[in-house]
């Protein structure tokens, strides 16, 4: 380092004390002039520290990095274009969370970086207490505490700057971003990606990419000079996703964007800062001091999930039993094609493949939209960051963090993006443990199952509540299991993150219908794609090979019953019990059957039989064609007349217990193939897929039947 010089850039809002600082570094070795071509003044400097020169330069006060003065263009093209060293950042600590935005944005630019905490004393008197050491974690950037006129921090601080700039790669390897969320940040990555392609920029892409889409015309020009021959794309590409974010949050990418950088700081100062005085009065902060409090915050957020599960069932009845009658009334149309006594293979494959598999599934829609529905409304008022935020102390006990929570949240929805979101977690540790446990998160597709089960065996006011406890019992298992995960196979320390928590926001009709929409129309997709092209194997399996010669004749047996029989109640008993017994004839000579009965013994100490045997082998698939088998089990065979319900047939056959602990059964164990391949490909690791998919399969099996033996013995 002997003889070098590095060139050190002072940025930060007007009266952060950023030019007291400068004083105190340079002393008497400055000069002032103005930039070249504007009347901004230009203050540079000279010291020497420990054999090596430093170029020190005070940029003009800016607020943010968003060309809206010629002072935040001043300072945003000297950084670009001189490319200092480091940046020191300079930061009011009185007033953290409005100063921290313009370090927030050099952060993301990628830059070697240091924050000098000034009027620290200032601070203290107002009653802050910051946990410097913490905060720096967060963010991974140092941190120095200054007081600008006594010249208190200002060794601590050019050694800082010193350490930052002899070893910058591993400086910013150490930065956190602030992460946008699941609507903005893969836009981000897609410009990034396209200036990574079709530009020669190899610094800032990120930075580029955020200003890009806000829309920023500085950044425009920038990039226009840089690769003429692109830039139309480049904006057109970013007007389109610009104008997705602004049609699903209802505001300016701008406004969206800024909103996302003070809930990233916010969530850092909540996790390191301590006002040991009155605290400010914003609309957040009071809805927070009591949605986050230590003792309310868990309660409230536990009956907020229970009255959407109890909203769910209760508005979502009525529109199912239109759905299926709509799905029954179109059953009889198709019937009526062909004869009353018709064996038709194609009739069924219609009746008892294609409708009973994918209508069956298709009629709890009302429950997925208005479980997405209460989701996206929470989501876009802020709470759910709120939620990942409350469920943070316990995390810690457990060897996680609140950000683990977030790829669960999501995981409510679908397995697949919850897993793909542990990309956000820091360390390989951390990653995989929520990997493992996070199918135990109660996805979309196993509502259809649980809204199968629930109002089968339990009457209208247990309905919520059960669909609660079921929810309930897979968080409380995902932290146990991780816990225990990280006891033994992933040890380590729990590294620190910023949770982010965002202001609270109005929800939009338009943001919140799109949200919903989505998610429910990739449950639709996958009904008449994935599960309708299961559904179809499933009833081939479970219709062939056809038994032709059967151990009775019940069509005799039958019509003896008919004739003879004086007691019309009694006759129509025995009917249904011949009927039943030549259905369980025919599927037991099926492959499925075949395949169900092999099993049996496995799963019969769960206290289930072979046709839900067959169905937990279809929902490996995708979970809800589990519901789809269970149609296509109780339809073939009886399509000579019009039959009960679904959940009558269960309710006929199964108990409450049996009922219960399919839904626990389907809970736990393993995820869906498809979810099982994603794993892998996270992971990096067949061994790491294939534990989750034994373990929790296992773990499945041995609470399901422990549940079940217990229940045997108590009721």
Known sequence: ?????????????????????????????????????????????????????????????????????????????????????????????????????????????????????????????????????????????????????????????????????????????????????????????????????????????????????????????????????????????????????????????????????????????????????????????????????????????????????????????????????????????????????????????????????????????????????????????????????????LMHKIGLHGKSFIPMLIGFGCSIPGIMATRTLETRRDRLTTMLVLPLMSCGARLPIYALIIPAFFPSAWRGPMLWVIYFIGILLAIVGAKLLRATLFRGQTTPFVMELPPYRMPTLRGVTIHMWERSWLYLKKAGTIILGVSIVLWAMTTFPKKIDLDRDYDTLIAQVENQQADPELAAEKVAELKNARQAEVLSYSTIGRIGKAIEPVIRPMGFDWKIGTATIGALAAKEVFVAQLGIVFSVGEADEESDSLREKLRARYTPLVGFCVMLFMLITAPCIATVAVVKREANSWAVALLQFAGLTVLAWVITTAVFQIGRLVT
């Open 1 to 393: 380092m002997a003889d070098k010089q590095l060139t050190i850039a002072l940025a930060g809002n007007p009266n952060s004390g950023k030019t007291t600082i400068f004083n105190a570094i340079t002393g008497s070795h400055q000069h002032v002039g103005n930039y070249p071509g504007v009347t901004v003044e230009k203050k540079e400097g000279q010291v020497s520290r420990d054999g090596v020169n430093l170029r020190i330069v005070d940029l003009p006060g800016t607020y943010s990095l968003t060309a809206h003065s010629i002072e935040e263009i001043v300072a945003r093209n000297f950084i670009l274009d001189e490319e200092p060293n480091v940046i020191v950042a300079i930061i009011d600590s009185s007033n953290m969370e409005r100063n921290l935005y313009l370090a927030t944005q050099l952060i993301e630019l990628d830059m070697p970086l240091v924050l000098a905490f000034n009027m620290s004393d200032v601070a203290e008197s107002r009653g802050f207490r910051i946990d410097v050491q913490s905060l720096s974690e967060l963010l991974g950037v140092p941190i120095v505490q200054t007081v600008g006129h006594k010249k208190k921090g200002i060794d601590e601080l050019l050694k800082a700057v010193l350490d930052v700039g002899q070893n910058p790669v591993q400086a910013v390897a150490k930065q956190r971003h602030p992460n946008y969320g699941g609507e903005i940040e893969p836009h981000v990555d897609q410009i990034q990606r396209l200036l990574e392609d079709r530009c020669t920029l190899d610094r800032h892409l990120r930075w580029f990419a955020i200003k890009l889409l806000e829309g920023d015309e500085e950044t425009h020009k920038r990039v226009g000079n840089l690769c003429p021959e692109s830039i139309g794309m480049l904006t057109d590409q970013a007007d389109r996703l610009r104008s997705h974010v602004e049609s699903i949050c209802g505001d300016d990418a701008e406004i969206i964007l800024a909103d996302r950088r003070y809930g990233f700081i916010s969530g850092a100062c909540t996790e390191t800062v301590v006002q040991t005085v009155e605290a400010r009065h914003e609309r957040s902060d009071r809805i927070d001091s009591v949605l986050t409090n230590r003792y309310l915050g868990l309660p409230i957020f536990a009956v907020l999930m229970y009255l959407v599960f109890h909203l769910t069932f209760t508005l979502g009845e009525p529109p199912m039993g239109w759905i299926e009658e709509g799905i029954g009334w179109m059953g009889e149309r198709v019937e009526n094609f062909w004869p009353a006594d018709s064996n038709s293979t194609l009739r069924s494959l219609i009746l008892d493949g294609i409708i009973a598999g994918v209508g069956g599934v298709i009629v709890f829609l009302p429950n997925i939209l208005l479980l997405f529905l209460a989701i996206a409304i929470l989501e876009d008022t802020g709470y759910m960051a709120r939620a990942a935020f409350i469920m943070d102390r």
